[in-house]
């Protein structure tokens, strides 16, 4: 076994104790050259590299260009989409509108159709404007509706009339009525000349006619509706029918040259303010049957000097006298029982009230603005008291 082992390892022992041969000069530039070759050859390695480095970057770059371009795109194509919705929305909500519109013109449309239509019948049936209710005079038409009392004018034309003579009788009736706002508005209008078959005139009948001067009612004229001569400027007198039982609210608000009223006999009641504003009134009589006057009846007539109140009066309304700068002298009735709110204020030249005893409550701002006051009533009275508390000269009667 140690012969197989000498035998095996001997060979390897020589190769190790083989005699190193010393190089020579021949071997050393050989290796100079291999060494040289191998620089040249890494050397063309490295530039590879490079090249292929620089090609890298550049297709990193272009790849990165084309990425760019591309998410560009992308945020340009979502932005335009945006745009094109929001521009969806707003033109499906400017449709939605116009045909909003559309449909309430639809709507508008059929209602003012309807109206038409309902006028027309109205026209047609109830008033049948045609020959057989339209009457006619010189330069005016009545149009008016036929009753079982007579006739009713509701309307005329000839707005551009000065005169107006409205007939006693229309196709065989008499003419018996002037319908609400008949003959309002007409501003050249400077008289009309109304029939004695007359027995009442609706409310607002004469309103507005600027120019209107003067008028007289006629005696069967029973009723007279509320602001039927209101606004007329320039009505400088009028009588009134002895039939009326009151005077209606506003029946000559703002008759600004009205100088002089004589209120008929039958008269109870003064409705409010029947004479406010009525600036010029200077003289009104007032009838021994009247009970009320009502709140601002005569509110604001500045010229009214005088005023005669009737012994049969029992309540006088809030502000029924206020404002009526030029009253100097006021006798309160024996019936009436309170003095209320405002009833004689800014009446600046008022210088005597008497005050019966059956007086037992006066408002605090009753006399209000009335620096020339002195009471006159009897000693102990509650006209006394009120007198002493609100610092008012009092003489006792």
């Known amino acids: 076994m140690s012969d197989v082992f000498d035998k095996e ?12 041969v010393p190089a020579t000069v021949a071997d050393v530039n050989d290796e100079e050259e291999a060494s ?13 590299d490079d ?10 770059f272009q790849s990165s260009r084309v990425a760019a371009a591309a998410f560009h795109s992308r945020t ?57 209710n339209r ?7 009545f149009y008016y509706r036929r009753s079982e009392s007579g006739i009713n004018i509701y309307a005329a034309d000839g707005w551009y009339c000065k005169e107006i003579t409205v007939p006693e009788e229309i ?27 007359l027995n009442s005139i609706g409310y607002y009948a004469f309103r507005g006619c600027t120019s209107l001067q003067d008028i007289t009612i006629p005696d069967g004229v029973k009723d007279i509706g509320y602001g039927a001569f209101s606004e007329c400027h320039s009505l400088e007198s009028i009588h009134l029918p002895t039939s009326l039982t009151v005077i ?39 009838p021994g049957g009247l009970t009320d006057i009502e709140y601002d009846a005569f509110h604001e007539c500045r010229s009214l000097t005088s005023v005669e109140i009737p012994d049969s009066v029992k309540e006088i309304g809030t502000s029924a006298f206020a404002g009526c700068a030029s009253l100097k002298s006021v006798t309160i009735p024996p019936q009436v029982k309170q003095i209320i709110s405002y009833t004689f204020s800014r009446c600046r030249l008022l210088r005597e009230v008497h005050i019966p005893d059956s007086v037992t409550l006066i408002s605090d701002n009753a006399f209000n603005e009335c ?27």
């Open 9 to 20: 390892v001997k060979p390897a022992q020589e190769e190790a104790e083989a005699p190193v």
């Open 36 to 48: 040289e070759d191998w620089s040249v050859t890494v050397k063309m390695f490295d530039d590879e």
């Open 51 to 60: 090249e292929e480095e620089e090609s890298e970057k550049e297709e990193l």
């Open 76 to 132: 340009e194509d979502e932005e335009l989409r945006r745009q094109r919705a929001e521009a969806a929305v707003r033109e499906g909500n400017a449709r939605a509108k116009e045909q909003a519109r559309r449909n309430l013109l639809r709507w508008v449309g059929s209602i003012a159709a309807g109206v038409v239509l309902l006028g027309l019948v109205w026209a047609g049936v109830e008033y049948r404007i045609n020959k057989a």
């Open 135 to 141: 009457a006619e005079v010189p330069d005016i038409s």
């Open 171 to 197: 196709d065989g009736k008499t003419v018996v009525h002037l319908s609400a706002n008949s003959f309002a508005g007409r501003e050249l209008m400077e008289s009309i000349e109304l029939p004695e078959t």
């Open 248 to 286: 209606e609210h506003e029946l000559f608000t703002e008759c600004f040259v009205l100088k002089k009223v004589e209120v008929p006999s039958g008269v109870t009641k003064i409705s409010h303010a029947a004479f406010e504003a009525c600036t010029r009134l200077e003289e009104v009589s007032l």
């Open 371 to 397: 620096p020339e006051l002195t009471i006159y009533g009897h000693e102990g009275s509650y006209a006394q008291r009120y007198a002493e508390e609100n610092h008012i000269p009092f003489v006792a009667e």
